[in-house]
């Protein structure tokens, strides 16, 4: 329902991937992500051979002014306009250049598997304008991920130089144990170690898994491989102690079960608590009709 009354957007953000945002995140990070951005289209090697950005970009936006489209609709009309060009080139090159966003429909999760895009001006109402202010994304990063040293915050958001943008804004500075500098949003909680964490499954991709350059204080480096597959998946994984501690997956159709692989052998008291968060996740996923 936020989705369609455009409460909350969905578009290409961190890492090029889609994520969900407010409206007013997306609209100030997604021009500050635009380096990043760029930089991704080096991956395409010899497939971008012939590519002009700036005559591809002019007729993409106006097929996307017309209405939306899904990239396969887009991806024909182009290679109708340039057929000495990759097709899969240019598709990824109008998503990592334009800012669009997926438009909802009624799918049981508000986006059909080819969904289409439309461009975020339209959609909001508003430009999307072309400032390179990470401070939004910053506090955003922050809110979720915090303390975090300046290694983390662009490991993150793929952007350089972020020193100095986190020593120009208002924010609370920390040491951690190894004498590293952290930053952290002022008055942010920040729980005693002694406090108990909660047993958690994460699913694939999850940002946890991808917020901070230091991975160990959440993933143990023996564990790694487990977790991140050669084509770089990520993994569903589950929290214990606050550490990932294994993996898990639905199988079956009729009957679906849930299995959690972990790493090493966990103690009873983890085995109730871990199966009591996987019920209450079978039952989120029959209630969404899955």
Same mark, same amino acid.
């Given at each position: 329902?936020?989705?369609?009354?455009?409460?909350?957007?969905?578009?290409?953000?961190?890492?090029?991937?889609?994520?969900?945002?407010?409206?007013?995140?997306?609209?100030?990070?997604?021009?500050?992500?635009?380096?990043?951005?760029?930089?991704?289209?080096?991956?395409? !090697?010899?497939? $971008?051979?012939?590519?002009? @950005?700036? %005559?591809?970009?002019?007729?993409?936006? *106006?097929?996307? #002014?017309? /209405?939306?489209?899904?990239?396969?609709?887009?991806?024909?009309?182009?290679?109708?306009?340039?057929?000495?060009?990759?097709?899969?080139?240019?598709?990824?090159?109008?998503?990592?250049?334009?800012?669009?966003?997926?438009?909802?429909?009624?799918?049981?999760?508000?986006?059909?598997?080819?969904?289409?895009?439309?461009?975020?001006?339209?959609?909001?109402?508003?430009?999307?304008?072309?400032?390179?202010?990470?401070?939004?994304?910053?506090?955003?990063?922050?809110?979720?991920?915090?303390?975090?040293?300046?290694?983390?915050?662009?490991?993150?958001? !793929?952007?350089? $130089?972020?020193?100095?943008? @986190?020593? %120009?804004?208002?924010?609370?500075?920390? *040491?951690?144990? #190894?004498? /590293?500098?952290?930053?952290?949003?002022?008055?942010?909680?920040?729980?005693?170690?002694?406090?108990?964490?909660?047993?958690?499954?994460?699913?694939?991709?999850?940002?946890?898994?991808?917020?901070?350059?230091?991975?160990?204080?959440?993933?143990?480096?023996?564990?790694?491989?487990?977790?991140?597959?050669?084509?770089?998946?990520?993994?569903?994984?589950?929290?214990?102690?606050?550490?990932?501690?294994?993996?898990?997956?639905?199988?079956?159709?009729?009957?679906?079960?849930?299995?959690?692989?972990?790493?090493?052998?966990?103690?009873?008291?983890?085995?109730?608590?871990?199966?009591?968060?996987?019920?209450?996740?079978?039952?989120?996923?029959?209630?969404?009709?899955?």
């Amino acid at each position: 329902m936020a989705l369609r009354k455009r409460q909350v957007v969905r578009g290409t953000l961190m890492r090029g991937t889609h994520h969900l945002a407010t409206p007013e995140q997306y609209a100030s990070a997604r021009p500050a992500l635009q380096p990043v951005l760029s930089k991704g289209m080096k991956a395409l !090697g010899e497939r $971008a051979k012939g590519l002009d @950005l700036d %005559a591809v970009l002019p007729v993409a936006h *106006e097929l996307l #002014r017309e /209405r939306p489209r899904t990239f396969t609709e887009l991806r024909a009309a182009l290679v109708e306009r340039f057929p000495e060009v990759h097709e899969r080139t240019l598709g990824f090159a109008v998503r990592m250049h334009l800012p669009l966003l997926m438009v909802p429909t009624d799918s049981p999760w508000s986006f059909p598997q080819d969904a289409a895009f439309t461009l975020a001006d339209e959609w909001l109402g508003e430009s999307v304008g072309e400032g390179a202010d990470p401070s939004t994304l910053v506090l955003g990063y922050l809110g979720a991920f915090g303390p975090a040293t300046v290694a983390d915050v662009q490991a993150f958001t !793929g952007l350089g $130089a972020m020193k100095a943008v @986190l020593k %120009a804004m208002e924010l609370e500075e920390l *040491e951690d144990y #190894r004498g /590293r500098q952290l930053f952290d949003l002022p008055g942010a909680p920040r729980p005693d170690p002694g406090v108990p964490a909660p047993p958690r499954l994460l699913p694939e991709f999850d940002s946890l898994m991808l917020a901070h350059k230091d991975r160990t204080r959440l993933l143990a480096d023996e564990h790694r491989g487990q977790v991140v597959t050669k084509n770089l998946r990520v993994r569903a994984t589950f929290l214990w102690e606050g550490m990932v501690s294994g993996t898990w997956a639905i199988e079956g159709k009729k009957t679906p079960k849930l299995e959690l692989s972990p790493f090493e052998k966990l103690p009873k008291r983890a085995h109730k608590e871990l199966a009591a968060e996987g019920e209450s996740l079978l039952s989120f996923l029959a209630s969404a009709g899955a």
